[in-house]
């Protein structure tokens, strides 16, 4: 097993974060060398320079934290964000949408974000928010997310009162190509815990905790 901070996108999306702070967890993530930040729009211009020492990754979130946006709209701030340094983008999806039965409406809406994403070979990463889902919704959303060519599925944006679990992220794995992978988000708070949500199967931990190794 890597590192795990190789696992980690350190994430700061609380409302109300300052400048500040979002310089401190890309410092942060600078010296333990963090796979990713996850960072609010706002804070995208010029933090690449910030990252380099460390070759840490930018990463930002589109339609977030609810995923009600207009599609157009999520396609304009997916494109924006690209323009302005973010290699990879974490796009929350319709979930009303998908729980109407909306399926057509969900892989366009999927299929436009991830359109923008592989024309500058960012990593696109769907959130899906697991917790709020019967499991074979899970297995809907993630045959939608695979035919639609999403890099990622994520579980969840820790908004919504449920966040990651262990039992959801195994049947992802399960239903998954091999080639998609999972980020576990939400309520991951230690090491023993991220270390768990690997051994079902994701591949990316995002939390707001920066573990370390004993």
Not at 124 to 140: A, Q, T, W
Not at 181 to 199: C, D, P, R, T
């Amino acid at each position: 097993m890597k590192p795990i901070q190789q696992y980690l996108d350190y994430t700061l999306l609380r409302l109300g974060a300052t400048v500040s702070e979002v310089y401190q967890l890309c410092d942060e993530a600078v010296e333990q060398r963090c796979y990713a930040v996850c960072v609010p729009p706002c804070y995208v211009p010029g933090l690449k320079e910030r990252l380099m020492p460390g070759d840490v990754k930018l990463c930002s979130v589109v339609g977030f934290p609810h995923g009600m946006h207009l599609t157009s709209i999520k396609v304009t701030e997916a494109r924006t964000l690209l323009d302005i340094g973010a290699d990879e983008l974490d796009m929350v999806v319709n979930l009303g949408r998908f729980r109407s039965g909306d399926y057509r409406y969900t892989q366009a809406e999927i299929e436009s974000f991830v359109q923008q994403c592989q024309r500058r070979n960012a990593v696109s990463k769907v959130i899906i928010e697991s917790g709020l889902l019967s499991f074979e919704e899970v297995d809907r959303f993630c045959e939608i997310c695979a035919e639609a060519g999403a890099d990622f599925v994520k579980t969840s944006t820790g908004f919504a009162g449920v966040g990651a679990e262990l039992d959801k992220v195994a049947r992802m794995r399960e239903v998954l190509p091999p080639h998609m992978q999972i980020k576990a988000s939400g309520g991951i708070k230690s090491l023993e815990s991220a270390k768990a949500f690997i051994a079902a199967g994701a591949t990316r931990i995002g939390a707001s905790t920066l573990f370390t190794e004993s």
